[in-house]
């Protein structure tokens, strides 16, 4: 059965000016009051951009995910059927891993619960016992990194936790020290600091071994940013003032101090892309703590230093995840950024420079909408979005029909 259950999403897609941004995404009660203002804009800004891009989503679908409370989600294909499933990681609860199998097409089952230890917050996806099956690396709220191997059907395997530290707020898997096996780093809000686990291969990890951080790391990706062919890390850290700061992977699987760069408060949640296409990895950054929020962008040099350089606004508030990817099929990579107040997602056109086109999408998701990862769902080869929502606790999916 098909857990489809789309809400009342009549509103079209909005594609605006700057301008006009405050008047369209005020309170709920403006809303009301503005609606036929902002009806009347809306046909007027959609014919004017209606050339100007081909992007277009259709309205979010949402799927129920349990228990209560989910935060991230990512995308693989674990029941080796060719189709996306998707894997949604909750804070509450025990059940806290929901697995949606794909049915094609872009829609998906109803979620199965998996126990993930405990309460969850961050997820990655690989192989960690070698066997050709995806598992999940699952960071809990109690202090542990749990791993459920996969079966290969869609099913899991009751988890193997290890410890790490106190409050685990982001995930990355890679091969840090190039001996096949996958590695994590785990970002520990609470002790300031990241763990890294060396895989052993077999489903089990040496260490953890923390690398110290400024205040509050709650973001965190992986990318080779100095082109040695090691793995780098970027955390983003809520201090007074936000900081991003750098690691510099080794051959071995150890890590160096980076240089480290000031963003705006609060910074939640860092992508990797090359913005610039000049063939250097760049950073987005979401900045929460400002009205309207904002995205800031740091130019990669290829040697692992950044060019703080474009910073723009996203939405009215509550900038709270950011994912890249050529959206409309130009070459240029975009912006998809949850807005945490609004409850839905921004788009915004990447002009190839690390900056913006003029110009929002707007697409209303779940309650408490909080994060985003990209993957093309249907089988298009355009990227669609999904997106998790922490208070109606759903998943909203939303496919790209943009590209001709
Ligand atoms: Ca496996
Ligand atoms: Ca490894
Ligand atoms: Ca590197
Ligand atoms: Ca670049």
């Avoid at 101090?257 to 950054?285: F, H, T, W």
């Avoid at 508030?317 to 921004?346: E, M, P, R, Y």
């Amino acid at each position: 059965m098909i857990a489809a259950r789309p809400e009342s999403f009549a509103r079209r897609p909005t594609q605006l000016t700057g301008r006009f941004y405050g008047l369209i995404y005020g309170t709920a009660r403006l809303e009301a009051v503005l609606k036929p203002f902002r009806q009347a804009l809306l046909s007027i800004f959609l014919l004017a951009s209606a050339s100007a891009s081909a992007l277009q989503f259709r309205p979010a679908v949402n799927y129920a995910v349990g228990p209560s409370n989910p935060r991230a989600a990512a995308v693989a294909d674990f029941n080796q059927d060719g189709i996306p499933d998707l894997a949604v990681v909750s804070t509450n609860g025990t059940q806290s891993v929901s697995i949606l199998l794909g049915n094609g097409g872009g829609t998906f089952q109803t979620a199965v619960n998996y126990d993930a230890g405990g309460p969850s917050q961050p997820i990655a996806i690989g192989d960690f016992n070698n066997d050709g099956k995806l598992d999940l690396a699952v960071g809990n709220l109690a202090g542990t990194v749990s791993i459920l191997l996969g079966n290969g059907d869609g099913s899991f395997q009751p988890p193997l936790s290890y410890p790490v530290g106190a409050c685990s707020c982001a995930l990355v898997a890679a091969d840090f020290n190039h001996d096949g096996n996958l590695d994590l780093a785990i970002a520990d809000s609470t002790d300031n600091k990241v763990d890294v686990l060396l895989g052993k291969g077999d489903g089990t990890f040496g260490g953890p071994e923390g690398y110290p951080t400024p205040a509050i790391p709650l973001g965190l990706a992986l990318g080779d940013f100095n082109d040695d062919g090691n793995v780098d890390l970027a955390v983003t850290s809520a201090a007074a003032q936000g900081i991003v700061a750098v690691f510099i992977g080794n051959e071995n699987g150890t890590f160096a101090v980076g240089d480290s760069y000031l963003v705006g408060r609060e910074p939640i949640s860092v992508a990797v892309g090359d913005l610039n296409a000049d063939g250097k990895l760049d950073l987005a950054v979401t900045v929460r703590d400002l009205t309207p929020g904002r995205v800031d962008v740091l130019l990669g040099n290829g040697d692992g230093t950044f060019a703080p350089t474009a910073r723009w606004y996203a939405g009215a508030s509550g900038t709270i995840c950011v994912a890249l990817a050529d959206f409309n099929g130009n070459g240029k990579l975009d912006f998809a950024v949850v807005d945490q107040v609004l409850n839905g997602i921004v788009i915004r056109r990447g002009n190839g420079k690390g900056g913006v086109r003029p110009g929002h999408l707007f697409y209303p998701t779940g309650i408490g909408a909080d994060f985003v990862v990209v993957a093309d769902l249907n089988g298009d080869g355009a990227p669609d979005l999904v997106v998790t929502n922490n208070t109606s606790d759903t998943v909203s999916v939303l496919l790209n029909e943009g590209r001709p």
